[in-house]
């Protein structure tokens, strides 16, 4: 049989009677996470509960992830020592491959989808989702996978997308293979994987939202989950629809954004007024309603936050055009937190008088602390409109060394503050939060501009005894 | 001496030593609860630590309050009874007055500063701050004040206010009697008072924060606050400034605003795609760091909600102009939540085909439940476009029986809904959620829309399963 001998080819052995075999599709930041966390959950007596295959795009991008698990490590670097073990680990206990061979999926008995899909609003226009390649990935699982399998899409998509889109081409495929048109299950569970120090954790250690395109669907997609996910600490919770659970994984990350990008206007207040938001953030945070208040910053980034609001606007424009619904809050989060790098440039302009041929040195490039993820980094608009405006910029980032958007070489070492005019302190990296920055500077006396709160009270105060100007975004002058 | 045949003439007796007078400028729906929360202060000994004078304007209003207060009884009905029991037992042992007669000022160690302040924005026009009234108060109190006495604001103000015109007014009024300018003490403290089951709490059992004008302010305000305020589980907290303090209460109340107004969108989306959104949010709020995430909704009513995001664009413009700050979000909040209760018209209007001379019901007019405060309720805006657009509406509500905005008699109880075309749940009020709704509807059928999910899940089933349609705010049809 074809899959019995394309699965001894990828595990060197046959498959164990009772191991479900799990195909992951797409081997990104989630699907190379969700399947390390699938390949490391044990039943009681130690033995992996699962064989796992990513597979992958048979494109230069995608060999290279398929061939970094397969030969043991986690295809992209990170500080989180779990994580790095459980693909070491699984990659010894052999239950764990990866391929570019789509035939993987018809060993599958369930498929988790963690392929990206892209928003983009272009000027503020309405925004556009891209689906020919999401669409592709369906349809290439409504071709592979057996009678009786069950997919589980992840990917944060515009609310409506697995009944419009993902359900009309899996029953497509089946029924051109003469198959019963809901031969494959199809359910939606977001994850809310976040790369870091708890990149594993953030997998295992999370709530979980699901529901089934039928009921037997959400059954089988909880008993997965539970298999997966410490559910006894993180309960799993069932909603009406798989429309209702992609609309949670947006809404929450609106939510935040949204939030995030509330602040940047108070931030401007603060430091007209001569107040310390922070400080005032902190105060009003006592108050358990108010306790996801967020604080001035330097921007948004990453993959997720700086467009996922405009999935709402995008599944209004694309199911529910009929209804002209509008989405004034999350297409002004969206805006707004492109634009807070470019706040705080304008106050450092201001500041040094104009940015033609000053130096600036940025302390942190990634996107967010302790990871070496540079994917729409604040950093990357700061650093290019500073360019733009004529100054000379230098980079630092302990985790990054090559930054691939701006094709540019980042040194691992602080460098010299002795000619930078602003040194600015972007991601609160645990190295710049620790960094005693008076030896450092040593007889320099840069403006030291801190974006993300990174410098302490203390620390502030001892620079301007040593003469040091140190502002902060969301602080008044000299606080 | 005049002070002390006055304080005899309030008391009906001689001041006692070490009990101090604090006087509460203001007896409306704060002012009258801090009145009330000082009296009822006690020493570990039972007696009372303050003599307190709630201080009124002498026109209608004012000595309507004063004449409560002075007969034992709050000045507006409320179902909280430690409330109204404290301002019996202060009545009773006689350490609470009320008067219209300035010169009682003249008594004061504290003066607590109640006075309201509107801001208002026309047609989205730059809010407007009318500071006439606040100012002539602030007067009277540098005219009348004792040398040492300590003012605090509680009133919500543009961020800038105790700096910018309550110092400089307090000075001139010094000086012009004679007396050192900084005769008088100046903090600012803001409350966080919530009419209903909970009024007289929401006083003394919530976190406070506050600034001085000086140290020596600060620690006078920090001494008072610690003899009233129930600081061992509600710690104090001070911050750098007034306007710190200041910022601190508008941004609560725009933060709580913001995500009010973000979910109207949300809502708008849920009810095309077919979902229950207050589903959706009650599994993300599994979230720490998401638990605040606000409800679909009827509006935003009350004194603070509607209109205090507008203070920090008018103290922008008032204190900080040349800055030139922009407050979207602050602006967008404000707009999108007056214009909620029509998003519910509109969809119930389309549910039955136009409004002209249909027969709506309201259950429940006031902002909130369990109070009988119409201040700025949601429902006046629907009501009033209800009727513009040719509806006949009666409203019911437990605790309203004539609503002042409207003009309008508000029945009491329940009214017969055989000639409803629709009735609107409106306010969650514990009666309206308790109502067994089948036998009060006997045989009508109208349509049931619940603008605040005081029908549960049960209910609604039961419901339909009479054949009765019912439909709600941010959820699909039928759901």
Not at 71 to 85: I, M, T, V, Y
Not at 263 to 272: K, N, P, T
Not at 373 to 379: I, V
Request: one cysteine or more; hydrophobic letters at 45%; proline letters at 6%.
């Amino acid at each position: 049989m074809l899959a019995q001998s394309l699965f001894s080819e990828l595990f060197g052995r046959a498959p164990l009677p009772g191991r479900e075999i799990v195909c992951v599709q797409g081997l990104g930041f989630v699907g190379a996470a969700m399947a390390t966390a699938i390949a490391a959950a044990r039943d009681p007596d130690g033995s992996p509960r699962f064989d796992v295959i990513g597979v992958e795009l048979d494109n230069p991008r995608g060999r290279e992830r398929v061939n970094k698990i397969n030969a043991g490590s986690f295809p992209f670097s990170s500080p989180d020592r779990k994580l790095n073990e459980a693909v070491e680990v699984a990659s010894r206990t052999k239950n764990i491959v990866a391929t570019t061979n789509a035939n993987a999926f018809g060993l599958a008995r369930i498929a988790i989808v963690d392929v990206n899909l892209d928003v983009e609003s272009v000027n503020g226009a309405a925004p556009q989702v891209d689906f020919t390649g999401f669409k592709e990935a369906m349809r290439t699982l409504g071709h592979e996978l057996p009678a009786g399998s069950l997919v589980i899409v992840e990917t944060t998509v515009p609310p409506g997308t697995c009944e419009n889109i993902v359900a009309p081409v899996l029953r497509e495929e089946l029924v051109r293979r003469g198959m019963p048109d809901d031969a494959i299950l199809l359910a939606h569970s977001y994850e809310r994987v976040m790369p870091g120090p708890d990149y594993f954790d953030s997998v295992v250690n999370f709530w979980r939202v699901y529901a089934g395109h039928n009921d037997e669907a959400a059954a089988r997609c909880e008993e997965f989950l539970t298999r997966v996910i410490n559910v006894q600490k993180f309960p799993l919770r069932r909603l009406g629809s798989m429309t209702a659970s992609e609309a949670a994984k947006v809404l929450e990350n609106s939510y935040r954004a949204i939030n995030i990008a509330f602040i940047d206007e108070w931030s401007r207040l603060a430091e007209a007024a001569g107040i310390d938001l922070y400080e005032v953030i902190d105060a009003i945070r006592m108050r358990p309603t108010h306790n996801n208040m967020r604080e001035p910053g330097f921007g948004v980034g990453g993959y997720c936050l700086p467009k996922d609001p405009l999935f709402a606007p995008a599944a209004a424009a694309i199911f529910f055009k009929d209804k002209q619904i509008d989405f004034p809050f999350s297409r002004l989060a969206v805006d707004v937190n492109s634009r807070m790098p470019l706040a705080n440039l304008d106050r450092i302009d201001g500041a040094l008088g104009g940015l033609k041929n000053k130096s600036i040195m940025v302390l942190g490039v990634a996107y967010r602390s302790e990871v070496d993820d540079t994917r729409s980094a604040p950093a990357e608009t700061f650093c290019r409109e500073a360019i733009r405006r004529g100054a000379l910029v230098a980079c630092h980032d302990p985790y990054v060394r090559h930054w691939s958007e701006l094709d540019l070489a980042v040194s691992d070492t602080l460098p010299d503050p002795s000619s930078a005019d602003v040194v600015v302190f972007a991601v609160p990296h645990r190295a710049y939060r620790e960094l005693d920055v008076l030896p450092w500077l040593r007889d320099a006396k840069p403006l030291l501009y801190d974006c993300d709160n990174v410098l302490s009270g203390q620390m502030r105060s001892k620079l301007r005894a040593a003469g040091i100007q140190v502002e902060s975004a969301g602080r008044g002058m000299g606080l």
